[in-house]
């Protein structure tokens, strides 16, 4: 596989119910490791291409 340009991978880890197609649950739980929740960019779907904005001064 090969990746071109600049950006973050996300997804790479697949969310499901099924063990055999799925690395964690849909609550972000390790199948193979009970006890150890997911809680980042590889669960998410898809995302924005760019860098979120920093928030306006006050």
Same mark, same amino acid.
């Given at each position: 596989?090969?990746?071109?340009? =600049?950006?973050?991978?996300?997804?790479?880890?697949?969310?499901?119910?099924?063990?055999?197609?799925? /690395?964690? =649950? *849909?609550?972000?739980?390790? !199948?193979? !490791?009970?006890? /150890?929740?997911? =809680?980042?960019?590889?669960?998410?779907?898809?995302?924005?291409? =760019?860098?979120? *904005?920093?928030?306006? *001064? *006050?």
């Amino acid at each position: 596989m090969r990746f071109l340009g =600049a950006g973050q991978l996300t997804g790479t880890m697949r969310r499901g119910t099924d063990k055999s197609t799925s /690395v964690v =649950a *849909p609550t972000g739980r390790s !199948h193979d !490791h009970p006890g /150890v929740w997911v =809680a980042g960019s590889s669960v998410f779907p898809t995302a924005g291409t =760019a860098t979120p *904005p920093s928030p306006s *001064p *006050p």
